[in-house]
């Protein structure tokens, strides 16, 4: 574990593990509330002989917290780069997004294209979105998405919001609403624990700073970026949050994509379907590893 500080001075977490000259390294983005402990289950099924490098989001996890005026997702674009010069300056990268991590990825295709271009040998959008976020979200109406909204406002300006470290002191709390959002029919216990202790650690002005870049993200034409890019697209049956009508959106824009739906799960693919997430992230790695190294 160690720590890497971003240009405007944000202090991020950061894990990395596997050997320093492997061919490719593989980059785990997390979600919106949730933090690096959730690509855990995935790379342990990707094993010792892969370098990976899994981090938290600026305001996320054990990252430093910021100022909501830098919660968009154009900075954790700006993050990931400034990260990746840092840490991994050479060499073909796999980046795998889950949700708001999928997001930055796209983000960074659009502000850092020539990264991409050169650099970036394979990419796992993983329960994530294009865009389209603001429209009947969770299922519901215009008029009841309204009404959610409004009720969202007034609980982010109350001071039992700003004024917590974390959104729960006791996690067993919010594992109704959480099974209920984020997770399929018949998580197991690890999935709900892990999942239920990253959201309940998290920081509410974390929660509320993020919620307009997540509304406002659009970056279908940033899918372009990955066209000759080996892409895999991989969505939940039952996932509420970004439903599975997202993924195919991203796959309208992305033909070249392959899709994969996991019967069941919901939104937390990296803890409820681990090992399959972990096998089309290694099929990505062998496949950039071959083509790094086209005589071995």
Same mark, same amino acid.
């Given at each position: 574990?160690?720590?890497?500080?971003?240009?405007?001075?944000?202090?991020?977490?950061?894990?990395?593990?596997?050997?320093?000259?492997?061919?490719?390294?593989?980059?785990?983005?997390?979600?919106?509330?949730?933090?690096?402990?959730?690509?855990?289950?995935?790379?342990?099924?990707?094993?010792?002989?892969?370098?990976?490098?899994?981090?938290?989001?600026?305001?996320?996890?054990?990252?430093?917290?910021?100022?909501?005026?830098? @919660? =968009? !997702?154009?900075? /954790?674009? *700006?993050?990931?780069? +400034? $990260?990746? %010069?840092? &840490?991994?300056?050479?060499?073909? #990268?796999?980046?795998?997004?889950?949700?708001?991590?999928? @997001? =930055? !990825?796209?983000? /960074?295709? *659009?502000?850092?294209? +020539? $990264?991409? %271009?050169? &650099?970036?040998?394979?990419?796992? #959008?993983?329960?994530?979105?294009?865009?389209?976020?603001?429209?009947?979200?969770?299922? /519901?109406?215009?008029?009841?998405?309204?009404?959610?909204?409004?009720?969202?406002?007034?609980?982010?300006?109350?001071?039992?919001?700003?004024?917590?470290?974390?959104?729960?002191?006791?996690?067993?709390?919010?594992?109704?609403?959480?099974?209920?959002?984020?997770?399929?029919?018949?998580?197991?216990?690890?999935?709900?624990?892990?999942?239920?202790?990253?959201?309940?650690?998290?920081?509410?002005?974390?929660?509320?700073?993020?919620?307009?870049?997540?509304?406002?993200?659009?970056?279908?034409?940033?899918?372009?970026?990955?066209?000759?890019?080996?892409?895999?697209?991989?969505?939940?049956?039952?996932?509420?949050?970004?439903?599975?009508?997202?993924?195919?959106?991203?796959?309208?824009?992305?033909?070249?994509?392959?899709?994969?739906?996991?019967?069941?799960?919901?939104?937390?693919?990296?803890?409820?379907?681990a090992a399959g997430t972990a096998e089309r992230i290694t099929s990505l790695v062998a496949a950039a590893?071959?083509?790094?190294?086209?005589?071995?």
């Open positions: 574990m160690s720590t890497f500080t971003t240009p405007d001075g944000v202090a991020l977490h950061v894990e990395e593990s596997g050997p320093a000259d492997a061919a490719v390294t593989v980059v785990m983005a997390h979600g919106w509330t949730l933090d690096a402990r959730t690509w855990e289950p995935v790379a342990r099924r990707l094993g010792p002989d892969v370098r990976m490098i899994r981090y938290d989001h600026r305001g996320h996890g054990r990252s430093a917290a910021v100022d909501p005026a830098t @919660m =968009t !997702i154009d900075q /954790l674009a *700006d993050d990931l780069a +400034a $990260l990746l %010069a840092d &840490r991994v300056p050479r060499g073909p #990268l796999v980046l795998a997004g889950h949700s708001m991590g999928g @997001m =930055t !990825i796209m983000a /960074l295709a *659009d502000r850092h294209p +020539a $990264l991409v %271009a050169d &650099r970036v040998a394979g990419v796992a #959008l993983v329960a994530t979105a294009s865009g389209g976020l603001a429209e009947r979200a969770f299922g /519901l109406s215009p008029a009841g998405l309204e009404r959610v909204r409004a009720a969202e406002v007034r609980l982010y300006r109350s001071r039992r919001w700003t004024g917590r470290d974390h959104l729960s002191a006791v996690p067993a709390l919010l594992t109704p609403g959480i099974r209920w959002l984020l997770l399929g029919t018949h998580p197991d216990r690890d999935a709900v624990r892990l999942t239920t202790r990253a959201i309940a650690e998290c920081r509410p002005v974390t929660v509320s700073g993020f919620r307009a870049t997540l509304d406002a993200h659009e970056r279908d034409a940033a899918l372009a970026a990955f066209a000759s890019i080996p892409t895999v697209v991989l969505a939940g049956e039952r996932d509420r949050l970004t439903p599975l009508r997202a993924s195919r959106r991203i796959v309208r824009g992305l033909p070249t994509a392959e899709l994969t739906i996991f019967p069941g799960a919901g939104h937390m693919l990296p803890v409820e379907r590893t071959r083509q790094a190294n086209p005589a071995a």
